[in-house]
């Protein structure tokens, strides 16, 4: 005799976030995938910041070039709430490590510094499909390096108190660069992992449940995957950090998860592997709202919250 069980039920949307995918819906804008990464790109940059908040002003906020490997350079952007010799958070944006960048995430980076206390250098890391994986990994971590070796001095910054933190695609590179960092002796105050993916494939059943209609759908995820990996190597930890060997000795965590994610079971899993690990984890799951919630404090309650959250996190444990 088989078993049935009951399927899981689907998670209601806020009213907010209901609202605000149905005018989405009406606008009709092109899924990424329909495009180019051009065209995606073109088409992100214009409609990232129209839900965020206001870019605040910060008495410091500087364009740089961050050398990440002999002979690469990154654009980077340096945002300072004070004139103080400041902590730093290295903020590595999410799109699918194919869009995104600097500008679309601008908002959100100053109100991390203000909300947080310490400055956040933001990284214009190389995208796919021009650069495939590891090109990502390999910026973002040699922009870290290059922090805590003559980097922050040269800023006027703390290199004894560095933290690593992203969205989305910006927070897979995140748990990533905490990994390489255990492992080079490079310590850092936290990992600032925001609605992070951290599998190999997308077969949660959480990827089921949102596959459609909830901001990030399943044949993006997947177009995203294509421009940036081969299939064959997918199950590298650094594409996958959840298939990482060992997570012992990992920073700190503070993860930021969304309910009505995709992502949002492999978050869990991930979060779950790190406390049987004895990693100090922190997580905030927010009901009834999409991936990239955070990104949408015009709108959507929630991203003031976790925003909130996530200043809190990085000023305990730079205090600490």
């Known amino acids: 005799m088989t078993l049935h069980s009951k399927p899981p039920t689907v998670p209601h949307l806020t009213s907010q976030m209901s609202a605000l995918l149905a005018r989405i819906r009406r606008a009709n804008r092109p899924a990424f995938h329909t495009l180019s ?24 906020v500087e364009d740089i070039q961050v050398p990440v490997a002999p002979g690469v350079q990154c654009a980077a952007r ?17 799109g699918g490590f194919t869009i995104g960048g600097i500008e679309t995430h601008d908002s959100l980076c100053r109100q991390l510094a203000l909300r947080s206390g310490a400055a956040v250098l933001s990284l214009d890391y ?37 933290a690593v933190g992203g969205d989305s695609a910006g927070g897979t590179l995140s748990a990533v660069c ?3 960092a255990r492992d080079q002796g490079l310590k850092l105050a936290l990992q600032l992992l925001i609605t992070p993916g951290t599998g190999a494939y997308a077969n949660t059943d959480s990827h089921r449940r949102f596959a459609a209609g909830y901001l990030l759908d399943a044949a993006s995820i997947e177009w995203f995957f294509n421009q940036y990996i081969a299939h064959a190597q997918r199950e590298d930890w650094r594409f996958a950090p959840l298939l990482a060997p060992e997570l012992e000795g990992v920073a700190p965590v503070c993860m930021i998860l969304a309910e009505c994610d995709p992502l949002v079971d492999e978050g869990v899993a991930y979060a ?35 925003q909130a959250a996530a200043g809190l996190a990085l000023k305990e444990a730079f205090s600490s």
Request: hydrophobic share 45%; aromatic share 6%; charged share 25%.
């Open 37 to 60: 990464p051009e065209h995606a790109r073109l088409a992100y940059g214009i409609g990232s910041e129209i839900l965020d908040l206001p870019r605040a002003p910060l008495p410091r």
């Open 78 to 94: 340096l945002y300072a709430p004070s004139a103080e010799k400041l902590p730093v958070l290295l903020y590595l944006h999410g």
């Open 126 to 162: 190389r995208l796919a499909p021009e650069h495939r994986f590891p090109a990502a990994v390999d910026d973002s971590f040699g922009a870290l390096r290059w922090l805590a070796g003559p980097g922050a001095a040269e800023l006027g910054l703390e290199a004894s108190r560095i």
């Open 178 to 180: 905490a990994l390489m």
């Open 272 to 306: 779950d592997r790190l406390r049987l690990a004895g990693v100090p984890v922190a997580l905030e799951l927010y009901r009834g709202v999409t991936h990239d919630f955070i990104k949408l404090g015009r709108q959507i309650r929630e991203a003031d919250a976790a």
